[in-house]
């Protein structure tokens, strides 16, 4: 199993803004999936996007990958505090346990 | 509602006494897990189990113990836990591997002195 690397560790910006967040991973996958860590509770799945997708959407989060240089980004856009919040990614590979890294904690002033 | 559900939530205990802390899933997965997350070391991986009487070593799994006798419980049991496990604890499931989205429990706050 692989875990992807999150960058950058922590983020900060003003409600209202867009905030991306950007994940490696080092082989190959079936998809990748992004996760929500609101303080101390449990993670939630946000997205899983396919090794042969480009992009995908879900509401504010959108979500592309790009295989040839894996890697992928998580971009939430017009910001609310209730968005603070680690967000992790998870490279999948059939046949293996998902397994996360760090993070990168974001946090959007009001 | 589909869920993941963990207790106790928060425990205090000393050194050596063992303790179980309990998962339930209420949405037929086969598949089961579990985490500590530590300041700096991120999510990792103790013990999972792909089904019933099957179970697997994670990244982590010194000083743990698991079973699975049933499918929908995977209790975590510390026989005789030490400072170092003091964490946060997550049990989380899925319908399989790492290729499908895991449903992750509360959390439990553990504490040892």
């Known amino acids: 199993s692989q875990q992807g690397e999150e960058d950058p560790q922590a983020l900060s910006i003003q409600e209202g803004e867009n905030a991306t967040m950007n994940c490696s991973y080092k082989?190959?996958?079936?998809?990748l999936q992004w996760y929500r860590q609101n303080s101390g509770r449990g993670l939630v799945h946000l997205i899983l996007i396919r090794s042969n997708e480009r992009e995908k959407h879900s509401g504010r989060l959108r979500v592309t990958l790009d295989t040839s240089k894996k890697s992928s980004s998580l971009l939430i856009t017009a910001s609310r505090a209730a968005d603070t919040a680690s967000y992790f990614c998870?490279?999948?590979?059939?046949?293996?346990?998902?397994?996360f890294g760090g993070g990168t904690r974001l946090m959007v002033k009001p | 509602e589909a869920q993941v559900t963990q207790n106790p939530r928060y425990l205090i205990t000393v050194t050596g006494k063992k303790l179980t802390v309990t998962c339930s899933q209420n949405?037929?997965?086969?598949?089961m897990s579990w985490y500590r997350q530590d300041p700096g070391l991120g999510l990792r991986q103790i013990y999972y189990?792909?089904?019933?009487?099957?179970?697997d070593k994670g990244d982590v799994p010194e000083g743990y113990k698991v079973s699975r006798k049933e499918k929908r419980n995977f209790p975590l049991i510390l026989e005789s836990p030490s400072p170092n496990q003091t964490s946060l604890y997550f049990c989380?499931?899925?319908?399989?591997?790492?290729?499908?989205?895991?449903?992750f429990g509360p959390g439990t706050r553990l504490t040892v002195t």
């Open positions: 998870a490279p999948a590979s059939a046949g293996n346990m998902l397994t």
């Open positions: 082989t190959s996958i079936n998809n």
């Open positions: 989380a499931s899925s319908s399989g591997l790492a290729i499908y989205e895991q449903y």
């Open positions: 949405m037929n997965h086969e598949y």
């Open positions: 189990s792909m089904n019933v009487e099957v179970t």
